[in-house]
């Protein structure tokens, strides 16, 4: 029972990260050092996805699975509904590629929606000093 939850928690990590990875440049509206820890992950996201690698996570998961005596992902709700997110069956190179496209695709959009939006209350910010100004 202790590998089998061990195995789950790092899956439920595995989700995370990749939850971190796509969306986690949001975090930059509110803490300025996030993207320190963000583009990191990015890069690493993409390069697996591009690459056809392994995460280090899978193998670590499927070790504990093993050992838990499981055959296979079958069972439960971690197994039933987030496996398939991680791990598609139909997953090919072609795909590979989409979802490492996706991943940056989608945080250039969202460093650049931050980059905007620190920008316009920059200058909101000058304009407000300006005003209140002697």
Same mark, same amino acid.
């Given at each position: 029972?202790?590998?089998?939850?061990a195995?789950? #928690?790092?899956l439920?990590l595995?989700?995370g990260?990749?939850?971190f990875a796509?969306l986690g440049g949001l975090?930059a509206l509110?803490w300025?050092?996030?993207?320190?820890?963000?583009?990191?992950?990015v890069?690493w996201?993409?390069w697996?996805e591009a690459?056809?690698?392994?995460?280090?996570l899978?193998?670590?998961?499927?070790?504990l699975?093993?050992l #838990?005596?499981q055959?296979?992902? #079958?069972?439960?709700?971690?197994?039933h509904?987030?496996?398939?997110l991680?791990?598609p069956a139909a997953l090919?190179?072609?795909?590979q590629?989409?979802l490492?496209?996706?991943?940056v695709?989608?945080n250039?959009?969202v460093?650049?929606?931050?980059?905007?939006?620190?920008?316009r209350q920059?200058s909101?910010?000058?304009?407000a000093r300006r005003?209140?100004a002697?």
């Amino acid at each position: 029972m202790g590998y089998r939850l061990a195995a789950d #928690a790092v899956l439920l990590l595995h989700l995370g990260f990749i939850a971190f990875a796509v969306l986690g440049g949001l975090l930059a509206l509110r803490w300025r050092l996030a993207p320190w820890l963000h583009l990191p992950a990015v890069a690493w996201a993409a390069w697996i996805e591009a690459s056809g690698g392994l995460c280090p996570l899978t193998p670590l998961e499927n070790r504990l699975r093993v050992l #838990a005596g499981q055959s296979g992902y #079958a069972g439960g709700f971690i197994e039933h509904y987030v496996l398939p997110l991680i791990y598609p069956a139909a997953l090919t190179r072609e795909l590979q590629f989409a979802l490492a496209g996706f991943v940056v695709l989608v945080n250039l959009a969202v460093y650049a929606w931050v980059w905007r939006r620190k920008l316009r209350q920059g200058s909101t910010g000058a304009c407000a000093r300006r005003a209140r100004a002697p």
